[in-house]
């Protein structure tokens, strides 16, 4: 007898190079990150990466169920800070904490095509429609929403 699986594909993100953007305070630079991320079908998230701070790992999970991720980025030899966000098919965006500060995020994997277009909507200090929203009090993100870029980029 032969048992048919009806579920769908477990859906998760690309593995591969990532590139982003952290926004940090009241600050309106956007501070670059580039990462290398790993998805696993069991919703394991592990990486590498780094940014203006400092070389950090990943260590975390994705639920496909409701395209969420969170993960530990933990700085090599310093600190460690929370990252949640939701993908939408296209990039990962959310928020972080590092307590009592928080902020908001936005990374894109390398696809050819994809990572050049994204870029290129990073640059322009102009809203987009997107998946989160930067709440402009505390650079916190909440779904379904807008996202705005605004200021200089910094960290190239």
């Not at 190079?17 to 998805?39: A, I, V």
């Not at 592990?46 to 409701?66: K, L, N, Q, V, Y």
């Not at 969420?68 to 972080?96: L, P």
Request: with cysteine; hydrophobic share 30%; glycine share 10%.
């Amino acid at each position: 007898m032969t048992v048919v699986d009806d579920r769908p594909p477990i859906s998760v993100p690309p593995s591969g190079p990532w590139s982003g953007y952290y926004l940090y305070g009241h600050e309106p630079f956007k501070h670059r990150m580039r990462l290398g991320l790993t998805f696993t079908p069991d919703g394991k998230i592990t990486g590498e990466g780094i940014d203006d701070i400092a070389a950090f790992t990943i260590d975390g999970s994705f639920d496909p169920a409701i395209n969420e991720a969170n993960w530990t980025k933990s700085y090599v030899g310093m600190h460690s800070v929370e990252y949640r966000g939701f993908h939408d098919q296209r990039s990962i965006c959310g928020s972080w904490i590092l307590t009592p500060l928080t902020g908001g995020f936005w990374i894109w994997p390398d696809s050819v095509g994809e990572h050049e277009e994204l870029e290129s909507e990073v640059e322009q200090p102009l809203e987009l429609v997107s998946f989160c929203t930067i709440n402009e009090q505390n650079r916190s993100v909440a779904e379904g929403q807008t996202l705005r870029h605004r200021g200089a980029v910094r960290g190239d």
